[in-house]
């Protein structure tokens, strides 16, 4: 069964919900300029309430000070979204022990040339490059053409992003083969907020047999 994180957590209600209605990973994201940025004292609030779900903490190009501050909050998953080469990804993951994620962004089958290279992260997110002239890493709710993974072999795991929706994500999962897949914009009316029906809509779509 597909695996699912729902990602830009901000209300502790919310996040006690999206964990009831099954999701696999819950994501905090912490990336400046981002609608749903927490900082780490609501974070730590919002973790209490994650359930049996995994709480996933999305940096973008982050410091050690920030990386330090983050882990001693107890976060198991980084998700590196940022511009963080497989150096920086080594690092952060010798300098925590911790799961890490590191995105990549394609628009082009190229893209997807130096993921081989990141071999310490834990699991690779394609998400979809940000647009043109873009202000954040991610959170667009775009989609890329699916066809730039026909016949790619993932590393290792991995996870889909990039404008899924509870519409779209089954046929994203059958176009890919995605073992997992993440959302963010696709499960809100309001930019920034989830809404519960997208949610548990989101949840049925990628998890139905
Ligand atoms: O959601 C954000 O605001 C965000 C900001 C900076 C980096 C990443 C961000 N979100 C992540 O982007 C992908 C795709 O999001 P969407 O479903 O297309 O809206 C996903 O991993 C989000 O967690």
């Known amino acids: 069964m597909t695996s699912v994180k729902i990602c830009g957590l901000t209300d502790p209600d919310l996040v006690g919900f999206v964990a009831r209605e099954g999701a696999d990973w819950i994501g905090f994201n912490f990336a400046p300029g981002s609608p749903r940025r927490v900082t780490p004292q609501a974070a730590a609030t919002l ?8 709480p996933v903490a999305l940096l973008v190009d982050p410091d050690d000070a920030e990386i330090d501050t983050i882990a001693a909050l107890g976060f198991p998953v980084l998700q590196l979204h940022g511009a963080e080469t497989p150096g920086r990804v080594a690092a952060i993951k010798a300098r925590t022990g911790l799961e890490i994620w590191k995105v990549l962004g394609v628009a082009q089958r190229a893209d997807l040339d130096g993921a081989a290279a990141y071999t310490a992260a834990d699991r690779l997110l394609i998400d979809a490059k940000p647009p043109e ?15 730039i993974l026909d016949h790619w072999t993932a590393p290792g795991p991995w996870m889909l ?12 999962i059958a176009a890919t083969g995605a073992p997992a ?17 997208l949610v548990r809509a989101f949840i049925r779509a990628a998890k139905q047999p």
Do not use: C, Y
């Not at 002239?133 to 066809?147: I, L, N, Y």
């Open 47 to 54: 973790l209490m309430q994650v359930g049996r779900a995994r």
């Open 181 to 197: 897949v993440d959302v963010a914009s696709g499960v809100e009316r309001i930019r920034g907020l989830k809404d519960r029906d």
């Open 133 to 147: 002239g873009a202000t954040r890493a991610g959170g667009h709710g775009q989609v890329f053409d699916w066809t």
């Open 161 to 172: 992003a990039g404008g899924l929706t509870p519409g779209n994500v089954a046929a994203a």
